[in-house]
């Protein structure tokens, strides 16, 4: 197999996926092929992804799930490749245990799916935190909400810079920006004093659900990722938003958790063990 970076022009091969889970888009191997060092091979009718951020791991073959397997297990024995397999959807777990594999829970990729009615109003004890600071906000501020993002790509450029400008960030989100109607992005601005103080993209996957591929806040108040969320879901029709996985970063699963997750699509991972 000839693995390499994915491309623009690869939109249509990814298209009949978007339902699977966040990993599995196009957009995603684009927004981070970088930083988790992402390559792809089609073989056969089917798409392998590749991962060589850490020990060499390669997500659930798309297509023929069972040759895909097959097809990698080949390569990992001619390439001597320990084959480990990760992000795999819950609902594909019989085809990997017909190979025997050993078959452990990921959490560090679960997704997190919110019910966007959830965050209207921020109702109940659970979405207090939220509600007290979404009400500071407004006792401090005068915020509006635009959802013509695509009127504010180059102030989105600088407020990254300004407030998320780590590479991890940076890059992945300008990408996200430059390709913003080649992925038909949607999102909104929040607007404070006349400056950028939030934004969002998200990315429609099916009738009732969006995936969200940025938020990022300036932090000058507690309040200001409650409202751009608040503000998001009052112009949105669909009804759950996949919020992506937390890579396993401490602080971000306690924040993401705070929101209260519908539930979590749970990902697995399969490999031998070694004897």
């Known amino acids: 197999m000839d693995f390499r970076e994915a491309t623009l022009n690869d939109m249509a091969s990814f298209d009949k996926y978007k339902n699977i889970c966040s990993d599995y888009l196009l957009s995603y191997l684009f927004m981070y092929q970088d930083l988790y060092k992402l390559k792809m091979a089609e073989n056969d009718g089917n798409i392998i992804i590749r991962s060589d951020m850490a020990a060499t791991n390669f997500f659930m073959p798309l297509g023929d799930t069972e040759k895909g397997i097959s097809t990698v297990l080949n390569y990992c024995k001619e390439n001597n490749i320990n084959p480990v397999f990760t992000k795999i959807p819950e609902d594909f777990l019989d085809i990997f245990k017909t190979f025997h594999f ?126 751009l969320v608040n503000e998001l879901v009052k112009n949105i029709n669909e009804k759950y938003i996949n919020k992506e996985d937390d890579m396993g970063i401490p602080g971000l699963r306690r924040f993401k958790e705070t929101y209260n997750p519908h539930f979590m699509l749970k990902k697995y991972k399969a490999y031998y063990e070694q004897k």
């Open 102 to 227: 050993h078959i452990e829970e990921d959490r560090d990729s679960f997704d997190y799916i919110f019910k966007n009615s959830d965050f209207i109003e921020y109702k109940g004890k659970e979405f207090r935190k939220q509600r007290n600071n979404l009400y500071s906000y407004y006792r401090d501020f005068s915020p509006s909400f635009d959802a013509d993002v695509k009127a504010y790509i180059d102030r989105c450029k600088e407020f990254t810079l300004k407030y998320h400008n780590s590479p991890n960030k940076l890059k992945p989100t300008f990408k996200m920006l430059d390709n913003i109607d080649l992925f038909d992005l949607k999102g909104g601005v929040v607007i404070n004093e006349g400056e950028i103080s939030a934004f969002c993209l998200y990315e429609k996957l099916s009738e009732d659900m969006i995936l969200s591929h940025v938020e990022l806040t300036d932090n000058s108040h507690r309040g200001v990722h409650a409202y």
